[in-house]
């Protein structure tokens, strides 16, 4: 009962729409997050969208499975959070020893660290990590997926070239997924390749038929 009541209480008070409200002081009242950002469940999704907003609750620890974030707003966690709060700069000085640590046979840690970055928008990190699944693991589809992802989310030419790379190698070793072919024909529009947009699109639209945005995107294409 317990969970549920901070999953809601949370989620309002991080929507601005419960102020002083029992819930809103509940959550206030909590002084820190233990978080398994494994969760895939959509309440979870939408905490992690959620939270990385959230200026009052700063990230003091993370790896592939755990996030921790502590109350700004609690007077006795100001030292810990001056000492261990962590910003994408900071996080990627700490990524080669915690990659170290890794399996290089295995690639559960690199992708659970690297989704988890990707989730918080921290691209660059993300990409750090696929990366370096993709020098420990060559064919693995999973790494170049994870790489092409967070190439797309960088906006310039360099990272859109990237992401087109990592995508298309990794529908090459069989990843051929509806989203891949989403993300590979934005990545050749912000290209200026537009037949080979409308290509990828008409591919992802075959596998799903009925998503109005790729419909959009598409008829723009064909009309320009």
């Not at 891949?180 to 596998?207: C, H, P, S, T």
Request: charged share 20%; net charge neutral.
């Amino acid at each position: 009962m317990i969970i549920h009541i901070i999953k809601i209480a949370f989620t309002a008070y991080s929507l601005n729409i419960c102020y002083e409200s029992f819930l809103c002081l509940f959550i206030k009242a909590i002084n820190y997050i233990f978080f398994s950002h494994t969760d895939i469940t959509p309440w979870a999704s939408t905490f992690i969208n959620d939270i990385k907003k959230n200026k009052e609750w700063p990230i003091v620890f993370l790896n592939d499975s755990i996030i921790v974030l502590l109350n700004r707003n609690r007077p006795e966690n100001k030292a810990v959070i001056s000492q261990y709060e962590l910003t994408p700069e900071k996080f990627k000085e700490n990524l080669p020893q915690i990659l170290s640590k890794f399996d290089k046979n295995q690639d559960t840690h690199f992708r659970t660290l690297g989704n988890i970055l990707y989730r918080l928008g921290w691209y660059q990190n993300s990409i750090f990590v696929y990366e370096a699944l993709i020098e420990a693991q060559k064919d693995n589809a999973y790494g170049y997926q994870g790489a092409g992802y967070a190439y797309s989310a960088v906006n310039n030419i360099e990272s859109q070239t990237k992401a087109v790379q990592r995508i298309e190698k990794a529908i090459e070793l069989g990843l051929e997924n509806g989203p891949n072919f989403f993300i590979l024909g934005v990545a050749y529009a912000n290209l200026g390749d537009f037949e080979k947009a409308k290509l990828a699109l008409r591919k992802y639209l075959e596998l799903e038929p009925n998503n109005s945005q790729a419909l959009q995107i598409l008829w723009y294409l064909e009309n320009q």
